[in-house]
Nanobody, 114 residues
Framework: VQLVESGGGLVQTGGSLRLSCAASQSIFSTPAMGWYRQAPGKQRELVALIQSGGGTNYADSVKGRFTISGDNAKNTVFLQMNSLKPDDTAVYYC?????????WGQGTQVTVSS
């Protein structure tokens, strides 16, 4: 499975970005897909997760600001990020947990300037 992220970039505090993650195969019935991020000198952390039944989970730090969603027809998962803060600066990675294993995208840089 290949995952290709897009949508990262440079934005000012308070701005918005929408990340996309396109999978090379159907994501329908995939147990879970999510977004993780890793800032310099820090461990990779879960940002948001969407399960096959539609349930979602968010890190406390992004609740109310970020929204994860999926489009099964396009095999794509999105992360809408609003009210961005400098602390959101990181490389964002798409993750897919399938019945055959775990897969990661190459990452996309998000930089929020103060």
């Amino acid at each position: 499975v290949q995952l290709v992220e897009s949508g990262g970039g440079l934005v000012q505090t308070g701005g918005s970005l929408r990340l996309s993650c396109a999978a090379s195969q159907s994501i329908f019935s995939t147990p879970a897909m999510g977004w993780y991020r890793q800032a310099p000198g820090k461990q990779r952390e879960l940002v948001a997760l969407i399960q096959s039944g539609g349930g979602t989970n968010y890190a406390d730090s992004v609740k109310g600001r970020f929204t994860i969603s999926g489009d099964n027809a396009k095999n794509t998962v999105f992360l809408q990020m609003n009210s961005l803060k400098p602390d959101d600066t990181a490389v964002y990675y798409c993750h897919l947990r399938s019945w055959s294993g775990n897969y990661w995208g190459q990452g996309t840089q998000v930089t929020v300037s103060s």
